[in-house]
């Protein structure tokens, strides 16, 4: 079993920047790939970054690239996602997940779910 709690999501300006906090716990953890989804409302649920259990396997997807970083601390308990250069587009729930693998998170069927944190992107 593994569970998984965000935090730092909330209100930033366009073009400001935001790290969001994915804490993790399970014993096996480490040998899970992390990743950060993200959903607005009445729209899809989009995969935003993922990274590998060797770290060696980084995914963005094209809408965040270049404006996002995904990382994890030495043990892998905590997984970070870092934006910036916000967009209201980026206003969404961002939930982090883990799997056993990437990419896409295992087709964005992801084995462990957290409970999600809200950013919103202000015009």
């Known amino acids: 079993q593994v569970t998984l709690v965000e935090s730092g999501g909330g209100l930033v300006q366009t073009g400001g920047s935001l790290t969001l906090s994915c804490a993790a716990s399970g014993r096996t953890i480490s040998e899970y790939a992390m990743g950060w989804f993200r959903q607005a409302p009445g729209k899809e649920r989009e995969l935003v970054a993922a990274?590998?259990?060797?770290?060696?396997?980084?995914y963005y997807s094209d809408s965040v690239k270049g404006r996002c970083t995904i990382s994890r601390d030495s043990a892998k308990i905590t997984v970070y996602l870092q934006l910036k250069s916000l967009r209201p587009e980026d206003t969404a729930v961002y939930s982090c997940a883990a799997a056993r693998g990437v990419p896409e998170l295992r087709n964005g069927r992801p084995d462990y779910w957290g409970q999600g944190t809200q950013v919103t992107v202000s015009s």
């Open positions: 990274k590998s259990w060797s770290d060696l396997i980084t």
